[in-house]
């Protein structure tokens, strides 16, 4: 009889381990990000020139049941600016085509009181970096040149993640970035630096 009650006892047990361990499973899904900041492009025989960022990333994602996230997608991103050369004055439109790597860690903030829907996210992250096409116009006409390069670069993301429904989040966070490496074309040698972005995304799990 005690060795019954024994062995029922180790079965809960073993049953009430697993439902818990089965509460925070390994996650997948995909994630949908709008980012909006500025950044500065340093280019050969020119001064460094500030500008703004609008860009956007659709990442696939895989979650361990520890918070630890990798992540890898596309994404596209717009850099535009103002300057002026040899006294004329131009506006310059970049597209980037961007493949990003990410390693994110999470953590629940407040987690029984909020039930779990409130966690906080930060990570680093690699991206290859493609100039697709790039429009300089000036007072008189306009050039346009395409497929200008490829780089690399290195950044980190801090920021929130809130839980709309059982498999939709909600998050807000800001993202750093800057390009280590330089596009070499044509004789012309450029990067983008102090990429910061505010960024805005929906998650989606599967």
């Known amino acids: 009889m005690k060795k019954s009650i024994f062995t029922l006892l180790l079965v809960?047990?073993?049953?009430n381990v697993k439902a818990q361990e089965e509460s925070k499973q390994k996650e997948l899904g995909f994630n949908v990000t709008g980012k909006l900041g500025f950044a500065k492009q340093n280019q050969s025989g020119m001064v460094l020139l500030n500008g703004s960022i609008n860009a956007g990333d659709v990442l696939f994602f895989y979650r361990l049941p520890s918070g630890t996230t990798?992540?890898?997608g596309i994404g596209l991103m717009d850099f535009n600016a103002n300057?002026?050369?040899?006294?004329?004055?131009y506006?310059?439109?970049q597209s980037y085509l961007r493949i990003p790597i990410n390693l994110n860690y999470s953590l629940y903030i407040l987690e029984d009181q909020?039930?779990?829907?409130?966690?906080?996210?930060?990570?680093?992250?690699?991206?290859?970096?493609a100039l697709l096409k790039e429009e300089v116009q000036t007072i008189d006409e306009t050039f346009k040149n395409r497929n200008q390069g490829w780089n690399a670069g290195l950044g980190?993301?801090?920021?929130?993640?809130f839980g709309v429904a059982k498999n939709l989040n909600f998050g807000i966070g800001f993202e750093s970035q800057?390009?280590?490496?330089?596009?070499?074309?044509?004789?012309?040698?450029r990067k983008l630096e102090e990429i910061n972005t505010i960024n805005f995304s929906f998650e989606f799990k599967f």
Not at 83 to 89: I, K, L, M, T, W
Not at 156 to 161: A, D, H
């Open 12 to 15: 809960l047990i073993t049953l």
């Open 70 to 72: 990798f992540s890898t």
């Open 83 to 89: 300057g002026v050369s040899a006294g004329e004055s």
């Open 91 to 93: 506006a310059l439109k």
């Open 114 to 129: 909020l039930d779990s829907k409130l966690s906080a996210y930060g990570g680093i992250g690699v991206y290859a970096n």
């Open 156 to 161: 980190f993301n801090v920021g929130l993640r």
């Open 178 to 189: 800057s390009d280590f490496t330089k596009m070499k074309k044509n004789g012309v040698e």
